[in-house]
């Protein structure tokens, strides 16, 4: 927890707004997207999604293949709290709601469907633009997957394609190498060697419109350190930190920036 508040601060200190930024791809999408205050009928699907799940008081074993949990205990844990204390907040669902909708995706992966949080935004943003994106999600949890994927049917969100597997197995796999995710929101394993491990499996699967988001880039010194890394790769061209998530482009007509931006 000090690591994290100790980090914020530093972010705080260093962040800007759209006044400090001269890209114009970086301004429209802050401008246009980030900082959009206009309510969306889909933010109210959003909710009605996450307080089905604040209602549900069951329990569930969860099978943990990342870097491990700083708020539970124990390994059996009540759906409504990993919805309260584990899953996207509203505030960042309507955010990645704004972003599918602005960048309009044909193809998307997740890795980390948890309970279906973030799904849900993706899958609204995509079908706000009447494209219904292919999205792809991937949980490593029988039992979390198996509350998502009631969750998703429930709400009609038919354009996802829920798979049980661990990561690093799905990534790896050679067909991995034919597909073209346009937008990966990465919200698994929290590790170093995990974070790296997908970077570099989906590097061949990039192109000049490909957005990826890291979600939890300053959760620990390792993760800070991951997105360093990341930052350097020579194929990265523009990123933005905005404490929680780092935003990577791969851009070939942008000179290498880099941000650090409130929101």
Same mark, same amino acid.
């Given at each position: 927890?000090?690591?994290?508040?100790?980090?914020?601060?530093?972010?705080?200190?260093? $962040? *800007?707004? &759209?006044? /400090? !930024?001269?890209?114009?791809?970086?301004? %429209? @999408? +802050?401008?246009?997207?980030?900082?959009?205050?206009? $309510? *969306?009928? &889909?933010? /109210? !699907?959003?909710?009605?999604?996450?307080? %089905? @799940? +604040?209602?549900?008081?069951?329990?569930?074993?969860?099978?943990?293949?990342?870097?491990?949990?700083?708020?539970?205990?124990?390994?059996?844990?009540?759906?409504?709290?990993?919805?309260?204390?584990?899953?996207?907040?509203?505030?960042?669902?309507?955010?990645?709601?704004?972003?599918?909708?602005?960048?309009?995706?044909?193809?998307?992966?997740?890795?980390?469907?948890?309970?279906?949080?973030?799904?849900?935004?993706?899958?609204?943003?995509?079908?706000?633009?009447?494209?219904?994106?292919?999205?792809?999600?991937?949980?490593?949890?029988?039992?979390?997957?198996?509350?998502?994927?009631?969750?998703?049917?429930?709400?009609?969100?038919?354009?996802?394609?829920?798979?049980?597997?661990?990561?690093?197995?799905?990534?790896?796999?050679?067909?991995?190498?034919?597909?073209?995710?346009?937008?990966?929101?990465?919200?698994?394993?929290?590790?170093?060697?995990?974070?790296?491990?997908?970077?570099?499996?989906?590097?061949?699967?990039?192109?000049?419109?490909?957005?990826?988001?890291?979600?939890?880039?300053?959760?620990?010194?390792?993760?800070?350190?991951?997105?360093?890394?990341?930052?350097?790769?020579?194929?990265?061209?523009?990123?933005?930190?905005?404490?929680?998530?780092?935003?990577?482009?791969?851009?070939?007509?942008?000179?290498?920036?880099?941000?650090?931006?409130?929101?």
């Amino acid at each position: 927890m000090l690591f994290q508040i100790k980090s914020y601060l530093q972010f705080l200190w260093h $962040s *800007k707004n &759209e006044h /400090a !930024v001269h890209s114009p791809f970086v301004f %429209s @999408l +802050l401008t246009k997207c980030f900082y959009d205050k206009k $309510s *969306k009928p &889909e933010y /109210a !699907v959003l909710r009605k999604y996450r307080n %089905s @799940l +604040l209602a549900n008081y069951n329990t569930i074993e969860v099978t943990d293949f990342g870097a491990g949990s700083k708020v539970f205990k124990s390994n059996t844990r009540s759906i409504t709290k990993i919805a309260k204390m584990a899953g996207i907040s509203p505030k960042r669902a309507e955010l990645l709601f704004r972003i599918t909708h602005y960048f309009q995706p044909d193809s998307i992966l997740e890795i980390g469907t948890s309970l279906g949080l973030a799904t849900a935004a993706l899958s609204l943003g995509s079908k706000s633009i009447g494209s219904k994106a292919k999205i792809t999600t991937l949980e490593g949890c029988p039992n979390t997957m198996a509350i998502a994927k009631s969750q998703l049917q429930l709400f009609q969100f038919d354009n996802v394609h829920p798979i049980v597997t661990e990561f690093s197995s799905f990534l790896d796999d050679i067909q991995l190498q034919t597909l073209n995710f346009q937008l990966v929101y990465f919200d698994g394993n929290h590790s170093k060697k995990a974070t790296l491990d997908y970077f570099e499996l989906l590097l061949p699967t990039i192109t000049n419109e490909t957005v990826w988001i890291f979600d939890d880039i300053h959760w620990s010194p390792e993760m800070k350190e991951v997105w360093h890394i990341i930052k350097k790769h020579p194929k990265v061209t523009v990123t933005i930190d905005t404490f929680q998530w780092g935003f990577v482009f791969f851009r070939r007509e942008q000179p290498k920036e880099h941000f650090i931006i409130r929101i």
